[in-house]
Every structure is written in C-alpha cells, then in structure tokens.
C-alpha cells in the first residue's frame, strides 16, 4: 500500500478533525476531551493501581485543568489512597497547557500555521508554540525513521531512479559560489513521490559494481545528456522545493534543527494529493507511537 493510499485510510478510520471540532471539544464538556483522547490512543483507556495491581477508576475532579483523574482508594487491610494523572507517559504530559489547546497547536502546525496567529489566537506564549512545533518535527523524524524500516527499496528493473547531492545553507557574504551549510545525498524514483533523502556524500560510488546501469549528467555543459537522454529534473526539482521551503521558514531557524525541518519536509510530501484533514489523524498516529501513554507506573530496573 502506497503512502498516499495509508493516509486515506487513516482518515476513514480515525474521521475528519478541523479546527471546529477542536474548538468544540474546548468549549464543552471535559469529559467528552478525555473520552476523545481515549479513542485516539492519546492517552491511557486504563491504569493500574502501582500499590495493589487493580484498575484504577477515573474519577471527575474540579480543581485540575483535566477535570479527571485516576483513583484507587482501599479502606482496611492495604489502605491506600492513589491518585494518578490521565496524561501520564502522553504527548500531553508535563505541560500546563490544556488538552484542547496541545492539539489545536498540534493540529495548526499540520496546517503550518504562523506562530503569531496561534500566540494571537490561543493566547499562548511564542517560545510554547516553537516548542510544540519542534516536538512536531521531532515526531516527523521517528515517523520517517520507522517507515524507511519497512518501506520497499527504491527502483528496480526498469526503473529510473534520479540521485543526487545539494548543499544546503546560506551563502557566505561577498562570495557567489561558496555556501556555508550541509550536504544532503538524495534519490527520487521517477514517476512516483517516492524518494529519500539523507546526509551523506560520495553514496552512489560502485553502482555499476552492484549491477545498476549508472549515467551522470555533467551538468557544468548540459541539464540533459543529448545522446543519452539522462536527467535529473526530477531531483532537482526536489532540491529546489526544500530549499523554498527552508527559506520561507528563515535560514537561522533552519540551520539548529535540520534534521527535523528536512524530515518534516519529507513527511509533508508524502501527502501530496490527499486532503489536508487526513494530516492530523496520520499525525497523530505517529505521536502514539512515539509516546505511548502510560498504563501502570514505571518501575526503574524493569
């Protein structure tokens, strides 16, 4: 199944979430947000007790942002009275923020969002909304790590694949040619979206060893070979829509985190074709398996 084809269906299972619906779970009860998050493994539908090994029960609490809790409470022999945070191991652990706004965040930064319109409409500060986004990216970066696992190799017989390197950076001051930055290797299969990406340089010495049939293009005289017909259009135009993309974003910002703007790049890519209301559930999927919501304590050493 294609990627585009995996986001389709992440859509049909998990239905379509826009900023309303978000808005909606903010506004009404706390208990339907919980029921929600539950439903979309965000958070734990069960926690057992650490001191007796039975269920905990949730519990309504009016002095707590969740408005819910995990309680065991026992009475005589073993008395104990537990008490255990919903959010416990989530993605939405460890912040003041509330739930509704930790997805809004989430959901605006899939709709890629300024940071000045979330801070002027959640009324939340800049440095938390950068943060949020860089847990984004970061979850990008597992995703693409996990899916490069089980993914197909690129190619085949018959099959074009275009490669190629690019530095990516900003270019010294007073100095046409000379950039300051990384050099990423890439690879495009031609007729597809399907392609990768990643940092290393002098990756495609002893192709022809390995069996592929290897042109180059030089392209210092041509952009395609008049006699074998080559190019790398394809790539190249990969190329230079990252680095449209990287300077919309600004080169500073860009430059400390490359990795996981790179990724979330790629991530995005994958959902061309596709509604944009598919993004969140597929994104949200990858936070549940990247934060897998406690169901019992943790005990060190096991």
């Known amino acids: 199944m294609s990627s585009r084809d995996n986001h389709r ?10 900023l309303e619906f ?3 779970l903010k506004k009404g009860p706390k208990k339907d947000v919980i029921d929600w998050c539950m439903s979309m493994n965000m958070i734990a539908k069960e926690y ?5 090994g039975e269920k905990m029960v949730l519990c309504e609490r009016n002095d707590i942002s969740d408005g819910y809790h995990w309680v065991c409470r026992k009475f005589g022999m073993n ?7 919903v959010r416990k191991g989530s993605w939405l652990d ?10 809004m965040i989430t959901y605006l930064w899939a709709k890629k969002t300024s ?25 990008c970066v597992d995703m693409l790590v996990n899916e490069s696992k089980e993914m197909e190799m690129l190619g085949g017989v018959g099959v074009v694949v275009e490669i190629d390197e690019s530095k990516f950076g900003k270019r ?15 690879g495009v299969e031609r007729g597809t979206w399907e392609h990768c990406t990643f940092g290393l340089r002098g990756s495609y010495n002893g192709l022809t060893a390995e069996g592929y049939v290897h042109h180059t293009v030089n392209h ?10 080559v190019h790398t259009n394809g790539i190249e135009g990969t190329w230079g829509a990252i680095k449209e993309d990287f300077r919309k974003k600004g080169t500073r910002k860009v430059a400390g985190q490359f990795d996981t703007y790179l990724a979330e790049y790629m991530w995005r890519r994958s959902f061309l074709g596709t509604s944009m209301k598919s993004i969140l559930p597929a994104l949200i999927g990858g936070i549940t398996k990247l934060y897998p919501p406690h169901t019992q304590a943790h005990v060190p050493g096991k």
Not at 94 to 103: C, F, G, Q
Not at 220 to 229: A, E
Request: with cysteine.
């Open 172 to 186: 010294k001051y007073n100095k046409v040619k000379q950039v300051d930055g990384k050099w990423v290797f890439g």
């Open 220 to 229: 210092s005289k041509n952009f395609k070979d008049p006699i074998t017909g």
């Open 115 to 139: 940071n000045e319109w979330i801070v002027d409409e959640l009324s939340v500060s800049e440095p938390t909304v950068v943060d949020w986004k860089s847990f984004c990216r970061e979850v």
């Open 94 to 103: 460890e912040s003041k923020l509330s739930m509704p706004e930790i997805l």
């Open 79 to 85: 008395a104990h009275h537990v008490r255990r945070n």
């Open 9 to 18: 269906a992440a859509e049909n299972r998990a239905g379509l979430f826009d």
């Open 48 to 52: 057992v007790c650490p001191t007796c």
């Open 22 to 24: 978000l808005y909606g």
